[in-house]
């Protein structure tokens, strides 16, 4: 038996491969195993290559595989441009109607199965997926009712006719492939699944999920990959406690509806990816100006402009740190995995109201979309932290205006909602004194300049920086962000095999910059190699430019739309070294 396994369908988008995907793995899911998912689609609704791949394992893990095992080939052009990734005796199942072959440098075998035909023959070719799914799963030998009981979940709500044709359709093509192969394939038997409960979701859900657990009542948006995903999630789930989404026009509307929202009293937040927090820059200084909470999400991918909308990539990082023209306070947190992205939106909306500051929380097409399984979420943890919301401002009837931007030790000043008598005050965009009145004194720009960028001094979000750390001296400390973190371990294993020494720090809190914590960790390794997929160090120029030690950081960088590979990590530590 083995522990890890990978497999890989694809086709023409439109053709099923996202569906087959689905079935294929909440199947897995239900025996127990741990999953990591990675999607590669084109930037457009129908039609271009795409493919989906799952690395399936009896023990946890967080990265691609290098390799395959199996590929699911709906055409030819899915061998060409995937078979190379299989492993000496790794398995391709194609369908038969386009004479399927396999390329000469490559070692696999072949199964040409009619998965058209059985298709066409049970209906409708519509159903070919699931004689492709059932053809793969038979030659692991796992249970079909599991798989069956996917399929019915998938399909019940049109009826139990097209479920029973569908799971005909699985028995065909299992059918098929088993008489081909003479039985299930020994040396691709998984061993048992540790039959713990857990979650297989995308990082966008959990962000939703964090949302709402976060109290989250309104979100205002406007559709983009990678980030629609949130809103969809939304759409269906805030009804349920009494919230709604709103479909703006544009992301403009969207930013300022949700600071309006949030000036009204109500946990609001906006998503979106790189174009759309490009329209959004005005917006959040107006935010950071006017010290009102708001809560966006960028969700990573391939720029600039049109770019890459449906590719990985890490290079709005500068655009969340220094987008903004003139100076306010703002935070950036990085979540490193689902789990993070659940708990992380929690604490942005806490942080947001606690400082009075807009909030980004910055992922990546990899960990938005890539699906993947993780710890159920443990809601007794959840807090909801307003920070200094008045509910009642004492004031007499002939009383000053409430003094909201009020001087304080702490630079934080008490918040009041519409409406709470004693609470009257001015709100604008421009500089203004303490109870919101335009003011141009330079006294007072300097103090409410200084109030303003003083109060996240003190700040410091749970695990700034995650740190495995088991060498004093390491030969190499690996810092990485974002969906980095699987893969970078995966080839820290390799290098310890091979007698080279590791630590790696995950650095959580883009900004502020945890300098402090990081910097023993830079301190003491003979070598930094800093992570990223982007092509301008954006990571570790903040490194250098907040820790120092430029002489010993070097950058592995990607930007080729694609995540990293362990064995690239790997390969790129051992020529650095």
């Avoid at 699944?193 to 962000?207: S, V």
């Avoid at 830079?522 to 930094?528: D, F, L, R, S």
Wanted: hydrophobic share 40%; glycine share 10%; charged share 20%.
């Amino acid at each position: 038996m083995i522990s890890q396994l990978s497999w890989k369908i694809g086709g023409q988008q439109g053709e099923g491969v996202e569906s087959t995907d689905r079935i294929f793995s909440t199947a897995l899911n239900r025996l127990g195993y741990y999953l990591y998912g990675y999607r590669h689609f084109s930037s457009r609704i129908k039609g271009g290559h795409t493919n989906n791949k799952i690395r399936i394992s009896t023990t946890p893990m967080r990265a691609i595989s290098d390799d395959l095992d199996i590929l699911v080939a709906f055409d030819q052009e899915t061998i060409d441009l995937n078979a190379h990734e299989l492993r000496g005796g790794g398995v391709i199942v194609a369908d038969a109607k386009f004479n399927p072959t396999v390329p000469e440098d490559v070692n696999a075998r072949l199964f040409a199965v009619p998965i058209t035909s059985i298709a066409e023959d049970l209906g409708t070719s519509l159903m070919k997926n699931m004689v492709a799914s059932g053809a793969s799963w038979a030659l692991l030998g796992l249970p079909i009712e599991v798989f069956n009981k996917a399929v019915e979940e998938e399909f019940g709500r049109k009826g139990p006719a097209i479920v029973e044709k569908n799971i005909e359709a699985v028995k065909r093509g299992a059918e098929f492939v088993l008489e081909q192969a003479g039985g299930p394939l020994e040396d691709f038997r998984l061993g048992p699944a540790d039959g713990k409960q857990k979650l297989f979701i995308i990082g966008n859900e959990a962000i939703g999920l964090g949302a709402i657990a976060g109290g989250c009542r309104l979100m205002s948006a406007y559709p983009i990959t990678p980030a629609s995903e949130i809103m969809e999630y939304l759409i269906k789930k805030l009804p349920k406690f009494g919230g709604t989404v709103v479909q703006t026009e544009d992301e403009i509307a969207a930013v300022t509806m949700a600071i309006g929202a949030n000036y009204a009293g109500v946990r609001t937040m906006t998503a979106s990816a790189g174009p759309g927090l490009s329209l959004m820059m005005e917006a959040i200084g107006l935010s950071g100006m006017t010290e009102q909470p708001l809560v966006i999400v960028d969700t990573q991918r391939g720029g600039p402009s049109t770019g890459l909308p449906t590719k990985q990539e890490q290079s709005d990082l500068n655009a969340m740190v220094y987008g903004t023209h003139g100076e306010i306070p703002k935070v950036v947190i990085a979540p490193a995995s689902i789990e993070d992205c659940f708990y992380d939106t929690i604490e942005a909306f806490n942080i947001s109201e606690e400082y009075q500051v807009p909030v980004i929380v910055m992922t990546d097409l990899q960990l938005s979309l890539g699906k993947q399984s993780c710890e159920v979420f443990d809601y007794s943890t959840v807090e909801i932290r307003r920070g200094k919301l008045v509910q009642d401002a004492p004031a007499e009837d002939n009383a000053e205006l409430f003094k909201r931007f009020e001087f304080t030790e702490d630079g934080i000043s008490p918040r009041v909602l519409p409406g709470v008598k004693g609470g009257l005050h001015h709100v604008t965009g421009v500089e203004h004194d303490e109870v919101g009145r335009p003011s141009e004194s330079a006294v007072n720009r300097v103090k409410m300049m200084d109030k303003r960028l003083n109060k996240l001094n003190n700040l410091q979000i749970r695990d700034a920086i995650r740190v495995d750390a088991p060498h004093q001296s390491p030969e190499l400390l690996i810092i990485g962000m974002g969906s980095t973190g699987g893969t970078i371990d995966e080839a820290r294993e390799r290098l310890a095999a091979d007698g080279v020494t590791s630590n790696h720090v995950t650095v959580r809190q883009i900004h502020p910059f945890p300098a402090a914590q990081l910097a023993p960790y830079v301190n003491q390794a003979k070598k930094v190699i800093v992570v990223e997929n982007n092509a301008t160090a954006q990571l570790a120029a903040q490194v250098k430019l907040h820790v120092g030690y430029g002489d010993k950081i070097k950058s592995l960088l990607k930007y080729d739309g694609n995540p990293f590979l362990p064995a690239e990590v790997y390969k790129a530590c051992k020529e650095m070294n």
